[in-house]
């Protein structure tokens, strides 16, 4: 059976299928600002799948998206009443995003617990999932990109510069100095996070990190052991076959 998994985030909306074998194939996204009935009918021609589950922190893309996939086949959105494989700890479980759902079920299926995933993306998220396995809460950060436009956009001087490792922490141009910054500051923001969060826990736990920018930043953070790019839709994966195999 062929199911579409739908990750629709605040940026781009990842499609992906995924079949009995436990594979993501055809993986391909678009700009969630252009989300429209219209480009889904594009996107999708000659795409053949039986269901879909849709992950979706924009309400208003959730809605085209459900409408049009739901008019086409069985359809199920994550929320904390999908069949996850672990308990929520969290005082109102439906204000948790279903991204970060989608990382707990990934991760306990995938890492074991305990552990925190770590998704670099728009924002940055900590998730942690307990022993039991449990979700019971975590951290919500500005994203890398996040914050390094917003500087571009409030500084008459500064300039667009790629993110990248930089040569030395000292730049030697204004470029370099921002991206030193970036990605040096990043990784500092991260470790403290994570030394907070182990030291709250009093316990060894597993760093796992996903999203756009999780390998550039983990290559200076010892503490995360793992990266993981697909964590998310595998974890949509997961749910998805318990709700329609």
């Known amino acids: 059976m062929k199911i579409l998994l739908v990750d629709n985030?605040?940026?781009?909306?990842?499609?992906?299928?995924?079949?009995?074998d436990q594979a993501l194939c055809d993986t391909f996204w678009i700009p969630t600002n252009e989300i429209t009935r219209g480009t889904l009918t594009e996107r999708l021609a000659g795409i053949g799948f039986e269901a879909a589950l849709i992950c979706s922190v924009v309400p208003e893309k959730r809605?085209?998206?459900?409408?049009?996939?739901?008019?086409?086949?069985?359809i199920h959105r994550l929320t904390h009443e999908s069949p996850l494989g672990l308990?929520?700890?969290?005082?109102?479980?439906a204000s948790i995003g279903a991204d970060r759902l989608a990382n707990a079920v990934g991760v306990v299926a995938r890492h074991g617990s305990p552990a925190v995933v770590i998704d670099f993306g728009t924002a940055v998220t900590f998730d942690v999932v307990s022993a039991a396995p449990a979700y019971c809460g975590g951290v919500i950060a500005p994203g890398l990109g996040a914050m390094t436009?917003?500087?571009?956009?409030?500084?008459?001087?500064?300039?667009?510069?790629?993110?990248?490792e930089p040569p030395a922490a000292i730049g030697k141009s204004t470029?370099?100095?921002?991206?030193?910054?970036?990605?040096i500051g990043y990784r500092g923001l991260v470790k403290e996070i994570l030394a907070e969060i182990r030291r709250e826990l009093n316990q060894k736990i597993h760093a796992v990190a996903t999203?756009?920018?999780?390998?550039?930043?983990?290559?200076?953070?010892?503490e995360i052991e793992t990266v993981d790019p697909d964590l998310t839709?595998?974890?949509l994966r997961i749910v998805a076959e318990r709700v329609f195999l």
């Open 9 to 20: 985030s605040n940026t781009r909306t990842k499609f992906t299928l995924a079949d009995d």
């Open 63 to 74: 809605a085209i998206l459900e409408e049009y996939l739901g008019s086409l086949v069985p």
């Open 87 to 93: 308990e929520i700890d969290y005082p109102n479980p």
């Open 149 to 164: 436009e917003y500087l571009g956009r409030r500084t008459a001087l500064l300039p667009t510069f790629e993110m990248a």
């Open 175 to 183: 470029a370099g100095a921002m991206q030193s910054g970036a990605v």
């Open 211 to 222: 999203g756009g920018d999780a390998a550039l930043i983990s290559r200076g953070v010892p």
């Open 233 to 235: 839709l595998h974890g």
